[in-house]
């Protein structure tokens, strides 16, 4: 699965227009909350936490037009607890970004 970090910046120019420092800060926020989401899903404790993870990441991944993350999430909320391959597979596409 391919990942368009340019996806993310157009996004952000076009709610904020040709601000690079402002869309430098946001794009940065994004990232941390993405990999807080991650680390939500990895330390999930239960079916329940796990799906409020995904839900959370892929409601973020939308706010910021990263559509294929978006996807990715919403695979999630129907995957096992804590699925290995499926854990690898949102790093991968985490460190895309």
Known sequence: M????????????????????????LREAFLDSVKRELAALESAADPESWRIAAWRLKGLAASFGAVRLMALADEGVTTALRDPAYLRRVRQAVARL
């Open 2 to 25: 391919a990942y368009d970090p340019g996806a993310i910046d157009a996004a952000l120019a076009a709610a904020v227009g040709d601000e690079p420092a402002l869309i430098a800060e």
